[in-house]
């Protein structure tokens, strides 16, 4: 905009009758009551309208001043409320200013400088700057009702501590000054502030009238936003070059760069952009600053200093998309999501030089590439030594996959790891679907520690027991975990008349719960509720039989966390049917010792089932099937004590194997073996203390290793009432 039109625009603010004005020439007003005059200062005069005094419009020329403190400027038609000229200063604190449909609110020319603290100012436009003057608003609202917020005419504007500036068109817009008048860019700083059109973009930067081209810089500091009626926070033209920099702030919309224009933006200090980037000449990510793509984009150099682009906001374009880059440099992330099951992903082109080191952060999932594809390409580069890594490893379905350069290429691509190495969740799968056996031998245990010696008392009796167990198990498909089991048994029984000996007959029920471990914050939970029925038969001559036969209902659930720390989950349930028989015999030696040899036999079938966690990844089981043998040996001593009762403490030791072998889940299309065959040897220790003639109290604790399956400790706390 010429000089000429500039004067003429602010002339024009000012009004036809101008000369009717009140002149104050050298002189000092207040206004603290309504007044319906315009004002003209001039030759350092100063004015000041307090609170409940208001005027007309006001111009101030030839190192006037202007304050308004609570008090209100009204101008009307073209005329601008108030208008400082020439270095002039006008400080503004609760004021209200407000001009006509086709006037500024306020303008400076010729570097003024107005300071508006908490103030409201509106118009056509808000505001006019020109010539190196400066508007600095500290909170309040500057709004143009039928054009821009503010222009911008090589001059500075400075908003803070909330300041909204809103435009029916720009928010702002900025020019260059004309190189006739001494040339000059404009600087936008905002603090804390709010710019924002309701039709177009929100910033402006264009050309001045005459074509004169340069350079604006803008400042977008600590939560200010910037809000584009079209989706545009940043439209460069006319040959303008824009210096946008963004310091702790989260902007969402594009910068549109015309052909022969160019711009910079720098996001620092965790500032965030989500918006597309047309012919943006450079973009620097520094110190957490994050860069959110919504289609494809092209950007010329890239810059990233513990920064992030971000590939993966689906919302506005669905798909994935490519980010073509001239130069890239420095160190940072690059968010990506790629999907093997169709050979489709995000990717990252530089035509040109790429250096510096950088990491991939790539969505995992639970869903298997298709079988025989060639690695996928990720990140194309036109050499340089740049390094590419993964920030984590990447699940693909069943498998874990790496990042490797090719051979003699400047290419990058996703290739699984050597070895078959399991992802999280194929490792939850296989551990969950291993872990029934360990749950139901957990609950049986053996004769003496589900009800005590029953030798020490008589007749038929109600029980109870308390226990815990933890297993570290680790599957022939190698998968590792924790198991812990706590639970709780009751039972009921009867003796049968007519037969050598004695002979029990009762009905049992139960509850436990296992947490499992599978290790980096995955976990799976197993519910079981039993029921069953036992018989027991002891023989004069120390013979003994225990028979258990005892139904399960499983509930089974997996929470898994992914190499890329996001969770998925699944559940499933599933019966299980199991049998148990016990021979033994109880010899007694001298001196209140005894010693028991037994040999133990059981079987457990679990139904197979099949589920699919919420990352897509399937899985299938033909059973957690189980039949174990146990041949071993319990030595103890009867200890009678003063006041009647009667301790029994004991040593057992037994070698335990596991015969079943095929156990078999498939994991998506992958098959695996899953059973802890094996043999493994047992320890225990308890004693029983039998109280008085009806109850009985026992404990005991149980260690036992081998194959596949560790038992760091077993503890078993029972009690027996006879009647």
Known sequence: MP?????????????????????????????????????????????????????????????????VNGGQVTA???????????????????ATVTAGASGYGVGAVNASTIVAKGSTISGGSGAALSHGSVLELIGGTLTGTRQMGAYLNGSTLVASGGTVISGKTNGLNVTQDLAADGGGGSQVRLDGSMVMSETASAILVRAAADGTTGTATIEVNNGSQLIGGNGTILEVTGGMTADFAADNSQLSGDVVVDDISSANLVLRNNASLRGNLVNVQSLALQSGGRWTLTQDAQVGDLSLD?????????????????????????????????????????????????????????????????????????????????????????????????????????????KQKPGNV????????LGMFSAAPTVWYGELSSLRSRMGELRLGQGQGLWMRGYGNRYNLSASSAVAY?????????????????????????????????????????????????????????????????AVLK????????????????????????????????????????????????????????????????????AESNGANSLLGKVGAQVGRN?????????????????????????????????????????????????????????????????SNGEHIEQPYGVNLGLRYNF
């Open 76 to 94: 009307s038609g073209a005329q601008t409320g108030i208008s400082m000229r020439e270095g002039t200063q006008a400080s503004l604190d609760g």
């Open 3 to 67: 000089l000429s039109v500039v004067v003429g625009l602010v002339s024009a603010m000012a009004g036809t009758g101008l000369a009717e004005a009140k002149v104050l020439d050298g002189q000092d007003e207040t206004v603290s009551t309504p007044v319906a005059e315009d004002y003209h200062l001039i030759n350092g005069s100063n004015l000041e309208v307090t609170a409940g005094g208001s005027t007309l419009m006001i111009i101030a020329e030839s190192g006037s001043t202007v304050t």
């Open 422 to 429: 399991l992802t999280p969740s194929a490792r939850a799968v």
């Open 482 to 546: 924790q198991q812990d089991q706590n639970g709780l048994s009751f039972g009921a029984d009867g003796a049968l008349p007519g037969y050598d000996g004695r002979w029990l007959l009762g009905v049992m029920g139960g509850y436990s719960e296992s947490d499992l471990d599978y290790s980096l914050g995955s976990s799976g939970k197993i519910k079981s509720y039993y029921a069953g029925a036992y018989s027991t038969w002891m023989a004069d001559s120390g013979y003994y039989i225990d």
């Open 551 to 618: 139904y399960n209902r499983f509930r089974n659930r997996n929470d898994v966390v992914m190499s890329d720390g996001r969770k998925t989950k699944g559940e499933y349930h599933n019966d299980g049917l199991g049998a148990s028989v016990e021979v033994g015999r109880h010899i007694k030696l001298d001196d209140g010792w005894y010693v028991e040899p037994f040999t133990q036999l059981s079987t457990l079938r679990v139904d197979g089932d099949s589920y699919t966690l919420d990352n897509g990844l399937r």
């Open 306 to 414: 513990d920064g992030t682009v971000d590939f993966t906001d689906r919302d506005t374009t669905p798909g994935f998309k490519t980010l073509t880059l001239d130069s890239l440099e420095g160190s940072g992330v690059f968010v990506m999501g790629i999907d093997l099951a169709s050979g489709t992903g995000d990717l990252l082109k530089i035509t040109g030089t790429a250096e510096g080191n950088h990491q991939l952060s790539i969505a995992s999932t639970g869903v298997d590439p298709v079988e025989g594809q060639a690695p996928h390409r990720i990140v194309e580069t036109g050499g340089g030594d740049a390094t590419f890594g993964l920030l984590h490893d990447i699940d693909f379905g069943t498998f874990l996959y790496t990042l490797e350069k090719g051979d003699g290429e400047d290419n990058w691509y996703l």
């Open 639 to 703: 200890l009678a004590l003063d006041s009647g009762a009667l301790l029994q403490p004991y040593l057992k030791v037994a070698a335990a194997h596991e015969f079943i072998n095929d156990n078999r889940v498939k994991v998506n299309d992958n098959r695996f073996t899953n059973d802890l065959s094996g043999t493994r040897g047992e320890v225990a220790v308890g004693v029983v203390a039998q109280v008085s003639d009806v109850l009985q109290l026992h404990g005991e604790f149980q260690y």
